[in-house]
C-alpha cells in the first residue's frame, strides 16, 4: 500500500493541471447527473421485502384494490349536511373518479344515492339518512370527507394523483361559506418532497458554516496562509456533490433518512484532508520542495488515514446487515461518500496546494507574527489538554471504575428508552397534511386503523351475524378501539332503519344497492374486511392492541384470518429497530475487532479502543433516557456508527502512547501523548461533531433526534479517548509488572 500510495503521490506531483482537470469535469458530469436524483417517502423502504407483517399488508392493497392510504378530502362550512353541499359533492367525486389510478370515491352523498336512490331536497330527512348510512364520514354539522381510494400502490402515480386533484379542487366553484383541504399519504409524499429539499438546504448551509468557523478557530494556525485552512472543507464539498451525482446511477433515492448523510458527510470528510494538509505544511516548513511535500504527505499520512476509512466504514456498512433499505441505502451512500473524500484527499488536494505554491500564494510574509499569533490562539486548547492530561495520569483506576458504572447505568437505562414507529411523528409536524390530518384525529378519533381480514365459506346472514358478535365485542373490550366499519354494520344500519331483520335477502340487496366500487373496501372475492377505529398511539399501544385483536379473534373462532393497516407496521417496525439495532451492533464490533486484531496482532491492543467506545454508548443511552429522547429507525444505527468514527479517536491514542512509551513512563507517556495528538483529534472531533449537529437545524425531527444524540456521541468519543484509553493503558501496565503493551509493540 505504501508503494502504491508512492507511485500514486509522485503522478499527482508530477501531474497536477491534469488531475485538477479530470476532477473538473468529474464534478460538472455529477452535476447533470444529480439532476435526475429521485425522492423516496413513505414506510415502504424501513421493511425487509420478505418481511410477512409486510407482505400481508402489500396483499391486502392488491385484493381490495387501495393503495397504501386513501385520499382524504375535508369539506368544512358553517353547514355542510345540505342539498347544495351534497350536490356538489357528487359533481367532485364524479371528476376526481376520471383520473387514472383513482378507485370508487366515498362521500356521504354517494352512499345515500347508493341507497336512497336520489339525494331528497328537504336537509331534515338527508339528515336523517346520513346518520343511518353515512355518519362516520359526516360526524358533524361542519365537517363531512370524501374517501379517495387509490388502485396504485406506486409512490409516483399517487403523487401525481395527488397532485391533479389539487387541481381539480382549486378549478372548481365551491359552495358559499365551504372549504375544501385534501390530506392524506400521497398529498403528504408531495408535501415531503418540498420540506426534504428545504431541510437539506438549511443543514448543508448550517453544516458548511459551522465548518468554516471551527478550520477557522483550530486549523488556521496550522497553515501558512489562513485562506487555505478551509481546503478540507472544499475537499468535502466536492465529495457530497459528487456523490449526489452517483445516486441516481446507484439507484438510491432522496428520503427523509438519506438526505441526513448529506451534510453529515460534510464533517466527516474533513478530517481526511487536515491530516494530509497539515503534513504537506509541515513539510513545506521544514525546507522540502511542493514535489517532496506533496510525496512524503501523502505517502505518510495516506496510510494513517486509510485506517480510520476503514474503521467508518466498517461501522457504516454494518448498517446493511439487518437487510432494512433504508438503513442500507445511508450505510451505502456514507460509506461512498468517505471513499470518494479519501480519493480526492490523495489526488485533488496534493495537486492543489502543489499549484498553489508554485504560485507563491502559500507564501506568509510575516512567518513571526502568525507564529506569535498561533501560539495565542492555540494556548486555552493546549491548556485544557494539559489539565485533562493531569486528572487522566493522577485518576486512571477512578476513571475505570466511572466507566463501569456508566457502562452498567447505560445497560440498564436502554430497557427505558421508548420506540417510535409511528411514521407521522417523523416528519415536520407542521406540513398542511400532518395539521389536517391532526384536525381529522380530533374530530372523529384516532385513525389507527387495524383492519381484520377473514376468508369465509359463503356469504350469508349468519357469517355476518358472528362477524357482527365479534366486532361489537373488541369495541367493548378493547379500551383503544372506539369504532369500526365493515359490510356487517352497513347490513344492521339498512335493517333498524327500515325495521327488517337481518336475513340472506336483504344482504343481497344491500350489495345490490350498493354495487362494487362502494363496497370494495368491504369485499374482496371470499375475503370480508372489518377495520377497526384505534386511538393506539406509541409503540407499546400498537403491539398491545395487535396481540389482543388476535386473541379476540380466535375466541370467535376464526383462524383464516390476518390483521393489517398501519399501527400493525409500526408495531412490527419496532421489532425491526431492536433487531437490526442488535444486528447492527454485533457485527460492528466483530468486523473492527478482526480488522484491529490484523493489524495490531494483539488481543490487548485489539479491546482498548473497543472498552472506551462501549462507555461513549452507555453514555448515550443514558442521555436518551434522560431527555426522553425516543429510538427511531435512524437513532438504532448510532451504536454502529459511534464504533466506526469514535474509535478513531482511540487509535490515534493508542499509537501514540506506545511511540512515546519507548523512551518514557507511562504517566509521562499519557500526559506526552494527550498533550500532542490531543490537538489533532479535538480538531477531527469538533468537525465531525459540526457535521452532525447541523442535522439539529432540520425540519425533520427524526433528524434533529439523531443530530442531537450523535453529537453527544462524538463529543464523548473523544472524552474517552483522551481519558479511558490512557486510564486502561496505565492500569493494565501496572497489574501486570511485564509491560506487557511494550513487548507487544516491540514485536510488532
Given at each position: 500500500?505504501?508503494?502504491?500510495?508512492?507511485?500514486l503521490?509522485?503522478?499527482?506531483?508530477?501531474?497536477?493541471?491534469l488531475?485538477?482537470?479530470?476532477v473538473?469535469l468529474?464534478?460538472?458530469?455529477?452535476?447533470i447527473?444529480?439532476?435526475?436524483?429521485s425522492m423516496s417517502?413513505?414506510?415502504?423502504?424501513?421493511?425487509?421485502?420478505?418481511?410477512?407483517?409486510?407482505?400481508?399488508?402489500k396483499?391486502?392493497?392488491?385484493?381490495?384494490?387501495?393503495?397504501a392510504?386513501s385520499?382524504?378530502i375535508?369539506i368544512?362550512?358553517d353547514?355542510?349536511?345540505?342539498?347544495?353541499?351534497?350536490?356538489y359533492?357528487?359533481?367532485l367525486?364524479?371528476?376526481?373518479?376520471?383520473i387514472?389510478?383513482?378507485?370508487?370515491?366515498?362521500?356521504p352523498?354517494?352512499?345515500?344515492?347508493a341507497?336512497?336512490?336520489f339525494?331528497?331536497?328537504?336537509d331534515?330527512?338527508?339528515?336523517?339518512?346520513t346518520?343511518?348510512?353515512?355518519?362516520n364520514?359526516?360526524?358533524?354539522?361542519?365537517?363531512?370527507?370524501?374517501?379517495?381510494?387509490?388502485k396504485?400502490?406506486?409512490?409516483d402515480?399517487?403523487?401525481s394523483i395527488?397532485?391533479?386533484?389539487?387541481?381539480i379542487?382549486e378549478?372548481?366553484?365551491?359552495?358559499?361559506?365551504?372549504?375544501?383541504?385534501?390530506?392524506?399519504s400521497a398529498?403528504?409524499?408531495?408535501?415531503?418532497?418540498?420540506?426534504?429539499?428545504?431541510?437539506?438546504?438549511?443543514?448543508m448551509?448550517?453544516?458548511?458554516?459551522?465548518?468554516?468557523?471551527?478550520?477557522y478557530?483550530?486549523?488556521?494556525?496550522?497553515?501558512?496562509?489562513?485562506?487555505?485552512?478551509?481546503?478540507?472543507?472544499i475537499?468535502?464539498?466536492m465529495?457530497?456533490?459528487?456523490?449526489?451525482?452517483?445516486?441516481?446511477l446507484?439507484?438510491?433515492?432522496l428520503?427523509?433518512h438519506t438526505n441526513?448523510?448529506?451534510?453529515m458527510?460534510?464533517?466527516?470528510?474533513?478530517?481526511?484532508?487536515a491530516?494530509?494538509?497539515?503534513?504537506?505544511?509541515?513539510?513545506?516548513?521544514?525546507?522540502?520542495?511542493?514535489?517532496?511535500?506533496?510525496?512524503?504527505?501523502t505517502?505518510?499520512?495516506?496510510?494513517a488515514?486509510?485506517m480510520?476509512?476503514?474503521?467508518?466504514?466498517?461501522?457504516?456498512?454494518?448498517?446493511l446487515?439487518?437487510?432494512?433499505?433504508?438503513?442500507?441505502?445511508?450505510?451505502?451512500?456514507?460509506?461512498f461518500?468517505?471513499?470518494l473524500?479519501?480519493?480526492?484527499?490523495?489526488?485533488?488536494?496534493?495537486a492543489?496546494?502543489?499549484?498553489?505554491?508554485?504560485?507563491?500564494?502559500?507564501?506568509?510574509?510575516?512567518?513571526?507574527?502568525?507564529?506569535?499569533?498561533?501560539?495565542k490562539?492555540?494556548?486555552y486548547?493546549?491548556?485544557?489538554?494539559?489539565?485533562?492530561?493531569?486528572?487522566?495520569?493522577?485518576r486512571?483506576l477512578?476513571?475505570?471504575?466511572?466507566t463501569?458504572?456508566?457502562?452498567?447505568?447505560?445497560?440498564?437505562?436502554?430497557?427505558?428508552?421508548e420506540?417510535?414507529?409511528?411514521?407521522n411523528k417523523?416528519?415536520?409536524?407542521?406540513?398542511?397534511?400532518i395539521?389536517?390530518?391532526?384536525?381529522?384525529?380530533?374530530?372523529?378519533?384516532?385513525?389507527?386503523?387495524?383492519?381484520l381480514?377473514l376468508?369465509?365459506?359463503?356469504?350469508n346472514?349468519?357469517t355476518?351475524?358472528?362477524?357482527k358478535?365479534?366486532?361489537d365485542?373488541?369495541?367493548?373490550r378493547?379500551?383503544?378501539?372506539y369504532?369500526?366499519?365493515?359490510?356487517?354494520?352497513?347490513?344492521?344500519?339498512?335493517?333498524k332503519?327500515?325495521?327488517?331483520k337481518v336475513?340472506d335477502?336483504?344482504?343481497n340487496?344491500?350489495?345490490?344497492?350498493?354495487?362494487?366500487?362502494?363496497?370494495?373496501?368491504?369485499?374482496?372475492?371470499?375475503q370480508?374486511?372489518?377495520?377497526?377505529?384505534?386511538?393506539?398511539d406509541?409503540?407499546s399501544?400498537?403491539?398491545?392492541?395487535?396481540?389482543?385483536?388476535k386473541k379476540?379473534?380466535?375466541?370467535?373462532?376464526?383462524?383464516?384470518y390476518?390483521?393489517?393497516?398501519?399501527?400493525?407496521l409500526?408495531?412490527?417496525?419496532?421489532?425491526?429497530m431492536?433487531?437490526?439495532?442488535?444486528?447492527m451492533t454485533?457485527?460492528a464490533y466483530?468486523l473492527?475487532?478482526?480488522?484491529?486484531?490484523?493489524?495490531?496482532?494483539s488481543?490487548?491492543k485489539?479491546i482498548?479502543?473497543?472498552?472506551?467506545?462501549?462507555?461513549?454508548?452507555?453514555?448515550?443511552?443514558l442521555i436518551?433516557?434522560?431527555f426522553?429522547?425516543?429510538?427511531?429507525?435512524?437513532s438504532?444505527?448510532?451504536?454502529?456508527i459511534?464504533?466506526?468514527?469514535g474509535?478513531?479517536?482511540?487509535?490515534?491514542?493508542l499509537?501514540?502512547?506506545?511511540?512515546?512509551?519507548?523512551?518514557?513512563?507511562?504517566?509521562?507517556?499519557?500526559r506526552?501523548t494527550?498533550?500532542?495528538?490531543?490537538?489533532?483529534?479535538?480538531?477531527?472531533a469538533?468537525?465531525?461533531?459540526?457535521?452532525?449537529g447541523?442535522?439539529?437545524?432540520?425540519?425533520?425531527?427524526?433528524?434533529r433526534?439523531?443530530g442531537?444524540?450523535?453529537?453527544?456521541?462524538?463529543?464523548?468519543?473523544?472524552?474517552?479517548?483522551?481519558?479511558?484509553?490512557?486510564?486502561?493503558?496505565?492500569?493494565?501496565?501496572r497489574?501486570?509488572?511485564?509491560?506487557?503493551?511494550?513487548?507487544?509493540?516491540?514485536?510488532?
Amino acid at each position: 500500500m505504501e508503494e502504491y500510495l508512492g507511485r500514486l503521490a509522485k503522478f499527482v506531483a508530477e501531474r497536477p493541471g491534469l488531475v485538477v482537470s479530470v476532477v473538473a469535469l468529474i464534478l460538472i458530469f455529477s452535476a447533470i447527473s444529480a439532476q435526475n436524483v429521485s425522492m423516496s417517502t413513505g414506510t415502504g423502504s424501513m421493511f425487509p421485502k420478505d418481511n410477512p407483517i409486510y407482505l400481508q399488508y402489500k396483499m391486502y392493497e392488491r385484493n381490495f384494490g387501495v393503495g397504501a392510504q386513501s385520499l382524504f378530502i375535508l369539506i368544512k362550512g358553517d353547514r355542510v349536511i345540505s342539498k347544495e353541499v351534497y350536490d356538489y359533492m357528487l359533481q367532485l367525486q364524479n371528476r376526481i373518479e376520471q383520473i387514472e389510478g383513482v378507485g370508487a370515491t366515498t362521500s356521504p352523498a354517494s352512499i345515500i344515492v347508493a341507497f336512497n336512490g336520489f339525494l331528497p331536497d328537504s336537509d331534515v330527512e338527508l339528515e336523517k339518512l346520513t346518520e343511518t348510512y353515512a355518519s362516520n364520514l359526516a360526524p358533524k354539522q361542519t365537517l363531512a370527507l370524501i374517501m379517495i381510494p387509490l388502485k396504485t400502490s406506486d409512490v409516483d402515480m399517487q403523487k401525481s394523483i395527488a397532485k391533479q386533484i389539487e387541481k381539480i379542487i382549486e378549478s372548481t366553484s365551491l359552495p358559499p361559506g365551504v372549504a375544501l383541504e385534501l390530506t392524506g399519504s400521497a398529498a403528504l409524499s408531495v408535501q415531503l418532497e418540498r420540506e426534504i429539499m428545504k431541510s437539506l438546504g438549511v443543514t448543508m448551509t448550517v453544516s458548511i458554516l459551522s465548518m468554516v468557523l471551527i478550520l477557522y478557530i483550530t486549523f488556521s494556525g496550522a497553515v501558512r496562509r489562513k485562506v487555505t485552512a478551509f481546503a478540507p472543507l472544499i475537499i468535502s464539498v466536492m465529495s457530497v456533490q459528487i456523490l449526489y451525482g452517483l445516486m441516481p446511477l446507484m439507484g438510491i433515492p432522496l428520503s427523509e433518512h438519506t438526505n441526513g448523510a448529506l451534510p453529515m458527510l460534510i464533517g466527516l470528510a474533513i478530517e481526511y484532508g487536515a491530516q494530509l494538509q497539515n503534513r504537506y505544511e509541515e513539510e513545506r516548513r521544514k525546507g522540502n520542495k511542493p514535489n517532496e511535500a506533496a510525496v512524503i504527505a501523502t505517502t505518510r499520512t495516506g496510510l494513517a488515514i486509510i485506517m480510520a476509512l476503514l474503521t467508518t466504514i466498517v461501522g457504516f456498512m454494518s448498517m446493511l446487515a439487518p437487510g432494512i433499505p433504508a438503513m442500507s441505502d445511508f450505510g451505502i451512500i456514507a460509506s461512498f461518500g468517505l471513499i470518494l473524500a479519501y480519493i480526492l484527499t490523495i489526488t485533488f488536494l496534493p495537486a492543489a496546494l502543489k499549484l498553489l505554491d508554485e504560485k507563491n500564494l502559500l507564501e506568509n510574509n510575516n512567518s513571526a507574527k502568525a507564529k506569535n499569533k498561533k501560539v495565542k490562539e492555540l494556548g486555552y486548547l493546549e491548556k485544557s489538554l494539559e489539565s485533562i492530561a493531569t486528572f487522566t495520569a493522577k485518576r486512571p483506576l477512578g476513571i475505570l471504575v466511572g466507566t463501569t458504572v456508566i457502562v452498567i447505568l447505560g445497560l440498564y437505562a436502554s430497557q427505558f428508552v421508548e420506540l417510535e414507529t409511528n411514521y407521522n411523528k417523523y416528519i415536520p409536524q407542521d406540513l398542511p397534511s400532518i395539521v389536517r390530518f391532526k384536525e381529522l384525529e380530533r374530530t372523529v378519533g384516532g385513525q389507527a386503523v387495524y383492519t381484520l381480514v377473514l376468508n369465509i365459506d359463503e356469504l350469508n346472514s349468519e357469517t355476518l351475524e358472528k362477524i357482527k358478535e365479534l366486532s361489537d365485542y373488541i369495541v367493548s373490550r378493547e379500551e383503544l378501539v372506539y369504532d369500526y366499519n365493515s359490510l356487517t354494520k352497513l347490513v344492521d344500519d339498512v335493517a333498524k332503519n327500515y325495521d327488517l331483520k337481518v336475513s340472506d335477502r336483504l344482504i343481497n340487496k344491500v350489495i345490490e344497492a350498493a354495487g362494487e366500487k362502494q363496497l370494495a373496501m368491504y369485499i374482496s372475492g371470499n375475503q370480508l374486511a372489518v377495520h377497526f377505529y384505534s386511538d393506539a398511539d406509541t409503540h407499546s399501544e400498537y403491539i398491545k392492541l395487535y396481540d389482543s385483536l388476535k386473541k379476540d379473534v380466535r375466541f370467535y373462532g376464526f383462524y383464516d384470518y390476518y390483521i393489517t393497516g398501519s399501527p400493525v407496521l409500526f408495531g412490527e417496525m419496532g421489532r425491526i429497530m431492536i433487531d437490526g439495532q442488535t444486528k447492527m451492533t454485533y457485527v460492528a464490533y466483530f468486523l473492527i475487532l478482526v480488522l484491529l486484531l490484523c493489524i495490531y496482532r494483539s488481543i490487548r491492543k485489539a479491546i482498548v479502543p473497543l472498552i472506551a467506545i462501549t462507555s461513549v454508548i452507555g453514555v448515550m443511552n443514558l442521555i436518551m433516557f434522560v431527555f426522553g429522547v425516543k429510538q427511531t429507525m435512524m437513532s438504532i444505527a448510532l451504536n454502529s456508527i459511534t464504533l466506526g468514527l469514535g474509535i478513531d479517536f482511540s487509535i490515534h491514542i493508542l499509537e501514540r502512547y506506545f511511540e512515546e512509551r519507548r523512551n518514557l513512563d507511562p504517566i509521562a507517556s499519557v500526559r506526552r501523548t494527550i498533550e500532542r495528538t490531543g490537538k489533532a483529534i479535538t480538531t477531527s472531533a469538533l468537525t465531525m461533531a459540526g457535521g452532525f449537529g447541523s442535522l439539529m437545524f432540520s425540519s425533520f425531527p427524526i433528524l434533529r433526534d439523531f443530530g442531537f444524540i450523535a453529537l453527544v456521541s462524538i463529543l464523548f468519543s473523544l472524552i474517552a479517548a483522551l481519558t479511558v484509553v490512557p486510564a486502561f493503558l496505565i492500569v493494565t501496565e501496572r497489574v501486570s509488572n511485564k509491560n506487557i503493551f511494550r513487548i507487544n509493540n516491540s514485536k510488532s
